[in-house]
């Protein structure tokens, strides 16, 4: 075990605005979404001076931070294949190519550590605490630091000129059907729920009902050993060890 306190990573602060306002809640559910990343890397970082070699503990701990990469790798695909090409469509082209070429700049750490991940899970009797959070470490600074700057790229004013509620009403349907398609309900949107915002965002994800049911009762228990290691329950309710890393508290409007 790593008995030394971790060093952890400050969540964003939540863009002001009214996220029932579409314009502005583009950068808040882009905020809440991208500290769901920030707070899986502090679970990681944090529980790996907890678990135990050689346990069962140990294995459903890699197999949870190999399922928040997929999350993220899920999240830059559908940027990169869905969201920035419809932003473009409307607001022109480019305007979104730094945010694509900002995935590049950690992707090569990032899938350094992925690749230590899976042998950790194929032989884990290789596990090191210490190699373990210096590879997190060496991607995580700058992919935080993308994480804050593309939601300047979602400024509500700019977006007003360019779309309607309309297209972004049609363009949630068509990003809907496609996490029906791609996403695992028993492997990855608990995930969201474990390392949420129930301050800021009690509101998000904002799936249907008997889908928030399905995600967090039902589904939830299959793999439960691995949503133990959350910075939240299932309520999204912060764990003591992760509160001083949150966001302000943002004035509900």
């Known amino acids: 075990m790593a008995t030394e306190s971790p060093q952890l990573y400050n969540c964003l602060p939540i863009p002001d605005g009214d996220w029932k306002d579409v314009y502005e809640n583009q950068a808040i559910t882009m905020a809440l979404i991208h500290n769901v990343f920030i707070r899986g890397f502090n679970s990681m970082l944090y529980y790996s001076g907890e678990v135990q070699p050689g346990t069962k503990q ?33 607001m022109g082209a480019g ?22 991940l899976k042998k950790l899970i194929s032989d884990p009797s290789l ?7 210096e590879s997190i ?27 309607t509620p309309k297209d972004f009403e049609e363009f949630d349907k068509k990003l809907m059907e496609e996490i029906k398609k791609t996403v695992s309900f028993v492997r ?6 474990v390392n949420g915002d ?7 994800p904002p799936f249907p009902g008997p889908l928030v049911f399905l995600i967090k009762y039902a589904l939830y228990w299959v793999h439960s050993d691995m949503w133990e290691f959350g910075c939240c329950d299932k309520y999204k309710r912060v764990k003591a060890p992760f509160v001083p890393y949150e966001p302000p508290v943002k004035k509900q409007s």
């Open 188 to 193: 990855g949107p608990q995930i969201v729920f």
């Open 58 to 90: 140990l294995v459903s701990f890699l197999n949870y931070s190999l399922e928040v990469c997929n999350m993220v790798h899920h999240h830059h695909r559908s940027e990169e294949t869905l969201f920035f090409p419809f932003l473009e469509q409307k």
């Open 95 to 116: 305007r979104m190519s730094g945010n694509v070429a900002a995935h590049e700049e950690f992707s090569k750490p990032f899938e350094a550590f992925e690749e230590l």
């Open 127 to 133: 596990w090191d605490a210490r190699v373990f959070r």
């Open 198 to 204: 129930s301050v800021n965002g009690d509101w998000f």
């Open 137 to 163: 470490h060496s991607f995580m600074p700058v992919l935080r630091e993308h994480l804050s700057e593309e939601l300047t790229t979602l400024d509500a004013t700019e977006l007003r000129k360019y779309l």
